[in-house]
């Protein structure tokens, strides 16, 4: 049964400022509506990128306060689109923070928050070191979004690397899985492409991810690239640079379907133990 929906991934190149950062968001969402899309994805830490933690946590806000959370909705309703923010830094209120998705709905109700499970603790071989769990706390639940345009699960960026936490989404039911991120230049040349496509194919779903692309003005580098994959691991729409703006891919639900009839490894699955020989 064809069911079809038209997806935008925008992607950005987030900054320090708060509000310059809703401005560019609100500007590639108005952009992507503009082009027939119904669900937008923002990229990760759509609101502020910014890697001193004082000043993070002096810019940030608590959810009910958000200026992109708020003008997310308003897009969401202005537009009658599902509106996904990838993830914005939250200020829980407790010294911590939040790494936090949102997804709303056309009526600009928020339907879906999930706050990032697994945290980017990792020495890099070009001597980038990041420690995401001194700042952020993580979460401990898996998300997925039902009664809109399709059943989407709903992860951030480094999580892409646990394969199950997608197939947990999967076999609830996520016919759209989605990664948004800020891969760093150095993972990205070499993993982004593989680790979407395997997400794809593992689970016979589509996979969504808008990036973060660029030199930040907090001194970090992104790789951007962000894709469409089909159920089959293709890539069907890519932003192949690292320059911000909006790809639009139109995708046929039926394929998820098809795709898990065709090649059953979620319904294959089999418990298992591991012995240890001698």
């Not at 309703?77 to 949102?102: E, L, M, Y």
């Not at 898990?260 to 089999?270: E, G, H, S, V």
Request: aromatic content about 6%.
């Amino acid at each position: 049964m064809t069911r079809p929906l038209t997806c935008a991934a925008l992607q950005m190149r987030s900054g320090t400022s708060v509000s310059a950062n809703r401005d560019a968001f609100v500007a590639l969402v108005d952009e992507a509506a503009a082009l027939g899309a119904t669900y937008i994805q923002s990229p990760e830490m759509t609101g502020l990128i910014q890697k001193d933690r004082k000043a993070l946590l002096e810019a940030i806000f608590a959810e009910d306060d958000d200026p992109v959370v708020a003008a997310a909705s308003q897009a969401a309703r202005r537009h009658a689109a599902w509106i996904h923010v990838g993830s914005t830094p939250i200020d829980r209120g407790d010294g911590k923070v939040a790494n936090r998705a949102f997804l709303f709905g056309p009526d600009g109700h928020c339907r879906l928050t999930y706050d990032k499970i697994h945290m980017f603790d990792v020495d890099l071989d070009n001597g980038e070191s990041w420690r995401e769990s001194a700042i952020y706390e993580p979460g401990d639940c898996a998300a997925i979004v039902t009664g809109g345009p399709a059943v989407i699960g709903v992860a951030i960026c480094y999580d892409i690397r646990f394969p199950a936490l997608f197939q947990a989404q999967a076999l609830a039911g996520a016919e759209i899985l989605t990664a948004p991120a800020a891969f760093t230049r150095q993972t990205g040349m070499v993993h982004w492409h593989v680790l979407q496509r395997a997400r794809a194919i593992e689970n016979g779903a589509f996979v969504v991810s808008a990036a973060q692309g660029g030199i930040h003005e907090d001194g970090r580098e992104t790789y951007g690239h962000s894709v469409v994959i089909d159920p089959k691991g293709a890539v069907i729409a890519e932003k192949a640079d690292d320059e911000p703006g909006v790809i639009v891919a139109e995708i046929d639900l039926g394929e998820v379907a098809a795709a898990r009839a065709r090649i059953p490894n979620l319904k294959n699955i089999r418990q298992f133990r591991v012995s240890a020989g001698q």
